[in-house]
Nanobody
Framework: QLQLVESGGGLVQPGGSLRLSCAAS????????IGWFRQAPGKEREGVSCISSTGGYRKYGDSVKGRFTISRDNAKNTVYLQMNSLLPEDTAVYYC???????????????????WGKGTLVTVSS
């Protein structure tokens, strides 16, 4: 059964850190680029960060550059999002997605996405 399962969300204070994980099963993981997206209440979904199938290409949204780092472990079928220096505006449901697309197309246009996870909530608040 094909699955993308996010974990690691929770409540954190401003300036804190969280690491999200996206565990994949049911498809050939290392053929796919993986992206992290988020949607805050009342806002459109936006691309946060995407990584190519081999990990050689990475893209970050302007609002998270220098604070978030994406990585993947193809042996574990898992992608990670290390989030540092969190801000209240980072509060959102975070989703991972898989697609056979460039990181540019995935993150900017949300194009070429085949599978979505159900999301994990990140709340940044004091």
């Amino acid at each position: 059964q094909l699955q993308l399962v996010e974990s690691g969300g929770g409540l954190v204070q401003p300036g804190g850190s969280l690491r999200l994980s996206c565990a994949a099963s049911g498809f050939t993981f290392d053929y796919y680029a993986i992206g992290w997206f988020r949607q805050a209440p009342g806002k459109e979904r936006e691309g946060v960060s995407c990584i190519s199938s081999t990990g050689g290409y990475r893209k970050y949204g302007d609002s998270v550059k220098g604070r978030f780092t994406i990585s993947r472990d193809n042996a574990k079928n898992t992608v990670y999002l290390q989030m540092n220096s969190l801000l209240p505006e980072d509060t959102a449901v975070y989703y991972c997605a898989a697609g056979k697309a460039t990181v540019q197309n995935m993150c900017v246009s949300q194009y070429g996405i085949d599978y979505w996870g159900k999301g994990t909530l990140v709340t940044v608040s004091s």
